[in-house]
């Protein structure tokens, strides 16, 4: 009855608005207290800073969604560490065909790689509060991955969304919840990565949300030539050396 609910509030004002752009900011609590070479501790520092600086904006309109990074770091920062911080924390650009249920990921390389958007099982729950007004609540649910050294991992995902925000939306590839996603935490063993809604603006006009153009790659044929490259080689590596130890 309480997923019954939401659904029929969502629906009853789904075509309210035609449009919505929310900025994020960032913050994780990661930490390089643990490192004990000082040139690689400076080096993560470095890092979490940029991300911890990080914002991007969410746009929403006619069944088309993009997510992208707000570039508004010094122009003193280096931008390999902001590309290193986006890979290791934030988040990359992602264009959403929520009608076509697919997704576009701009790569680092600027490979456009596309892939059929997920369905998330989300728990909702009756934990709520307010965000900057907004009554919220609380989803989660459990990710399974495979990570880099071909281990199965488990993430913790915990969100807030807005049933009076009729937008199926979320930042990076979060959404599935009757109301747009306000706040967001993925939990890496202890550490949180957090997005949270810092401005909201609605519209009742069509805006047009342009997608990066380019050939595609499906992620199985990106995934197989990422297996191929240099990087790859020497990742196998460290994870035969990994195996060893263990």
């Known amino acids: ?62 069944n088309k969604a993009s997510f992208k990074y707000i570039d508004e770091l010094s122009l003193d920062s280096d931008p390999r560490l902001v590309n290193i ?3 290791a924390f934030t988040s990359l650009d992602i264009y959403s065909n929520l009608q076509a249920k697919t997704q576009l990921t701009v790569r680092n390389d600027g490979t456009l790689v596309e892939n059929k958007i ?36 488990s ?5 807030w969304f807005a049933p009076s925000l009729p937008f199926s939306l979320g930042p990076k590839y979060f959404y599935g919840l009757p109301g747009l996603i306000l706040e967001v935490t993925e939990y890496v063993n202890s550490h949180g990565n957090t997005f949270l809604a810092n401005t909201i603006e609605l519209s009742d006009k069509k805006e047009n949300i342009k997608f990066p153009l380019g050939k595609t790659v499906t992620k199985e044929e990106y995934d197989r030539k990422f ?16 195996k060893e130890k263990g």
């Not at 960032?26 to 040139?39: G, R």
């Not at 307010?130 to 281990?151: H, T």
């Not at 490259?229 to 990994?242: D, H, I, N, P, Q």
């Open 227 to 242: 297996q191929y490259s240099e990087g790859a080689v020497l990742l196998e590596k460290k994870r035969e050396k990994t």
């Open 118 to 153: 997920s369905h998330l099982n989300w728990e909702i729950t009756t934990e709520s509060k307010k965000i900057g007004g907004y009554l919220c609540y609380k989803p989660l649910f459990d990710e399974n991955f495979i990570d880099s050294f071909g281990k199965n991992r």
């Open 85 to 87: 911080s986006r890979m």
């Open 155 to 159: 993430t913790k995902i915990v969100a």
């Open 1 to 62: 009855m309480k997923y019954l609910f939401f659904n029929l509030l969502f629906t009853g004002i789904v075509y309210s608005q035609q449009a919505v752009v929310v900025t994020y900011d960032f913050q994780t609590s990661f930490s390089n207290n643990e490192l004990k070479n000082e040139d690689a501790k400076k080096l993560l520092g470095s890092t979490i800073a940029l991300a911890n600086n990080q914002k991007f904006k969410l746009s929403y309109s006619q």
